[in-house]
């Protein structure tokens, strides 16, 4: 069974965001950082036991950059942590989940690996490996 890990919030400026989620009491679990290779800017917070991974473009090129102007600033995805990510990924597609990025390394997870699925209901989910 996966577990939540944190909620994805797309904004378009990044430093505007973290300062108004400070005003409303998350702390930062983690320092600023970008992801060369998406295109990205992250920084993880918490308050109360919950996990936010406040995200922004860092290229015009970016693979949020279409989403961005879609959602504008706004959560856009729920992280899972798997236990067993091969399983989960079966069970996903089963449950007619679409894979919509390869499983791959990712910097915000010291390179544990992540991959992404779009649900026509529930929208986009994400999913990373707790074990390697």
Known sequence: MM???????LVQNIEKAQAQFKELGFTESTQLFSDELRGIYIIFMEKDGYVIEIISPSKDNSIVSNLIKTHKNS???ICYESFNIDDD???LKRNKY????DLEPAIAFDNRKVVFFLHPYLGMIEVVDAVG
């Open 89 to 91: 990924m079966k069970s």
């Open 98 to 101: 679409i894979k919509i990025t």
């Open 3 to 9: 577990k939540i890990h944190h909620i994805g919030y």
């Open 75 to 77: 959560p856009y995805h």
